[in-house]
């Protein structure tokens, strides 16, 4: 699975910076690893955000649920755009 990442940029006082690197070389990461895996311990109970959809998105898709019939499979995609 392909998921989007991104980077983040966190200022440490001297202090914990070295306080995470005895952490992290306790369990054998590195403190980019380690952190990550403090977040996802803080996280892994929550439930996933669920978003309402737009307005338009709904009528998107009950116009597209009811036209489901007309859909054409495509097995060659470079030949159904030639075909067009």
Known sequence: MNSQ???LRVTLSVELQSYLKVRASKFGLNMSSYIKNLIINDVKDMDY???KASEKTEKSYEKAIKERNKATEVK???EFFENL
Do not use: A, F, S
């Open 76 to 78: 060659n995609l470079e």
């Open 49 to 51: 955000p669920v978003m």
């Open 5 to 7: 990442t991104i980077q």
